[in-house]
């Protein structure tokens, strides 16, 4: 051993050790097997690589800020209200207009509420001991009519309590032709890229003029009748007993291509639950109030019930760029899977076909 | 060369060549490699397959839209504000029913502040020159008592200034019985795959009587006082100091199945450091105002610090539906192991054992 | 056949198959195979393991909790509004603490709207028939004055509408001094892992007194000057006009490590377009009112039109955990683009060199 032995060791390092491979002249299993590698090949490029795009690195964890301002004014005459206008302080809440705003469309107004005792508003329960008592607290006392089995529980609470019937048509059917604007700003961290929705153009007027249609897909203001019949739904029936309007904004972006053709798609959907007809799961509206103090001191309310649609801008979205991790991936399993090719065609030749005997016997060499 | 050559050449590429393999009659080897493939043919399809669901395609990224209802009145005695009813209106802030919603159960109440100078709230400070002045802007005097050494700084502010104390025990305590519906609708955009967490049952009565509980897992109503105990918190304290609950819900869908196992799992959290008590960071408050006018046109406020319990309804979720890619990587990256696997069983028969020499000899045929 | 060819069978199951190799004393060839096996190797522990961890599994969906509180007063004196102090009741906007929120810098007060007619605030337009008004329903009437071609549209609004003009320096441009304690609890539900930005220190003063800065990389109180700074922009021109400033906060953990190294990174980004000035786009403002009632119990209001800074605070986040999966598929996908080496090794040996029919027909053992 010694010197010589260490240098022979070393320089076999450098010798380059091939697989044997024994040659099958089967015309069968041969053409089997290029079409194996074909269908591997086809699936690795035309699948993976060009309609998947496994080549790339995907982020899918986006950061995005909505900016929405709604514009519009409707007039309406009731005999409650009277003659009024109605301008977007008036109808949005929030006002500072985030990702999810409430357009009100229909209204119960309980005026002039202040804390006292009256009676409930439901009188059927009474008989149950006054049970069930929503809007305020039970005194105990029963106010019956004369002559009267049934009576209504007297409950301490903002009184008079609401009414409980709601109008037959929408307050504001003319929120329709109200618009939207929304602004969207969405970043993905993991390739450090922004875009707006807003489109970076010089023609001012165009954005204070367009409405987002299939012909203007980068337009940003939305008229809110159009976004209800997108989503499938009736306005007026809408307007009537609420409902929420999902807008997904979902921003696809290929950040090989030039940054331009990273562009936002809309759609629209609704978000309760418009089957269920009169369940408890359709329709929006809550209760908010306005508070007053008169002259004495005393606190008083107006109660609303506000019936209305909610739109929730949800933006989501994917980005993918050339990442090597990904496509060695791709490429190494596909790889592997052309060793499992021929690991199925080693069986038919070894056990399925007439002279397998033979070609067992070439391809494992015995020794002993 | 010409035709005929060309001729072989195309047929020779159908010619399947197929590695030749040298059979090593020890046992002990033999055994050894097929421990390992065994193992990562367990790991591969017990692990990966069964377990983790390797043959899927995921979806993280959910779009998702909530809508919460709360139920209840409160009924209140205190010197400071007499009898008084607390109803939805009242109490919830935001009333807009969205994913963070707060629920007032305590109070201080600073009435008829109006634009005017008057003495600090805090006395003792007055020695540094007025350096720290939070609710105001000094005007530079300072009040001092006859004979006093301390005083307390004059300040432009709304005055009265709020005092520092807080009631010793909650005013809303019964906040614990209030009710929140959770309505709750996801998408994940990748499967185009939506669904709400109110179950689709035609027994409406069922959805208006029922309470989440470990019995009741698919109702979307719950008990305020349940929540903050399965938060691992006591309401109690909460209800005075404030904090914050987060209510987890998870969709965790496998999509292979049937749209009606794809249901929500919900779950309960402290979110305000509950640990570090009295502490900067554990606890919850927020001032706001109501605005009135007074007969001559002239702003008064009443402040509120509002001390309560904030929700926040936080979803995720994870979908995952059978995918060709995601199934080939596993399985190439499974057969690559496995290659590996014979790379390391050839260590010991070449390397490792008595007879190796006469492996090596066998496996590698020299060429001259 | 029988009993001893099954139990021959059975055996040879458990004899050792090996690839028969050819060694071909080639040292180019020899040293390039080594090249490229040692370039894999250095990707594959460098780059995949080293740099982008692939032996972890990933998490980026986290949930997120925001909680926010401001400090801070203002002093104004202007002629409209006389001398006023500011507090976070009045400057705040949703008081709440949540995620986003506003700080009102600059105002447009139109105090006492009543529903009436008046004319509309832009003269010029009553030429086009009264075609555009927004702020409220045309009368139809032109309220011209004498001897003038032009006239202005008489409107069924809230009477007076506001005015046009905007003041020309910020009303609350001292909020430049207001600070902000930004409170955000983490979750990744993958991990179940849970952490808060707030350090758990036993230093009460040190998290009162803070400010966020290079410095101070883990105080969660900023500044909102130093943030709009950060963001590159000036408080001054922002106050005016409003905007909106993203502060992202970055989790990027280990969770092979230590919990106390996974700690928040922030950042700030402008979020509407501020390069697009005066356009449609840039700024931020809304619209809200006080409602009030006088004594006849006759609504009116007063209209603010408020211009100032919204801050979005965005969080995103990655956790990575060791994972078999995700080692097995990379330490696969490598060793599967090992064989791609040999492969093309192969295809020098084979075709390019001098002697590559002698190994041809070394390689492939040709049977008949």
Request: hydrophobic share 40%.
């Amino acid at each position: 051993m010694g010197q010589v032995a260490w240098k022979g060791l070393f320089l076999s390092l450098f010798d380059y050790k091939t697989e044997k491979y024994v040659i099958a002249k089967n015309k069968k299993v041969g053409i089997l097997y290029r079409v194996v590698q074909l269908s591997i090949l086809a699936y690795l490029v035309g699948w993976v690589f060009v309609v998947k795009k496994g080549y790339q690195d995907t982020d899918t964890s986006l950061q995005s800020s909505v900016i929405t301002k709604l514009k519009g004014v409707a007039f309406t005459n009731t005999s409650e209200l009277g003659e009024r206008l109605w301008d977007v302080a008036d109808y949005v809440i929030p006002p500072q207009g985030e990702n999810v705003f409430f357009v009100m469309t229909n209204l119960i107004v309980t005026p002039n509420q202040r804390q006292a005792t009256c009676p409930e508003a439901v009188a059927a329960l009474c008989d149950h001991f006054c049970a069930v008592c929503a809007a305020g607290v039970k005194t105990g006392r029963c106010l019956k009519e004369r002559d009267s089995i049934r009576g209504t529980c007297e409950i301490l609470a903002w009184c008079p309590v609401e009414k409980r019937s709601k109008p037959k048509k929408p307050l504001l059917a003319s929120a329709e032709n109200f618009t939207v604007y929304i602004k969207n700003s969405i970043r993905f961290p993991k390739f450090k890229f922004s875009k707006m929705n807003v489109l970076a153009t010089d023609n001012e007027s165009y954005l204070k003029s367009c409405r987002y249609s299939t012909e203007h897909p980068y337009c940003p203001i939305f008229l809110l009748g159009n976004i209800v019949r997108w989503a499938g739904s009736d306005f007026h029936e809408m307007a009537l007993e609420g409902g929420v309007i999902g807008i997904q904004i979902e921003w696809n972006c290929d950040l090989d291509k030039a940054p331009s053709e990273c562009n936002p798609h809309y759609s629209f959907s609704r978000l309760d639950n418009k089957f269920a007809e009169k369940s408890i799961s359709s329709g929006y509206n809550f209760r908010f109030a306005k508070y007053y103090r008169d002259a004495d001191g005393v606190d008083y309310r107006t109660l609303f019930k506000a019936y209305g649609i909610r739109f929730d801008v949800m933006v989501n979205g994917k980005a993918g760029k050339f990442n090597i991790i990904p496509t060695v991936i791709n490429i190494g399993s596909g790889l592997a899977l052309m060793g499992a090719g021929a690991f199925f065609c080693d069986l038919v030749l070894l056990y399925l076909i007439k002279k397998s005997n033979f070609y067992r016997g070439k391809k494992y060499e015995e020794v002993k």
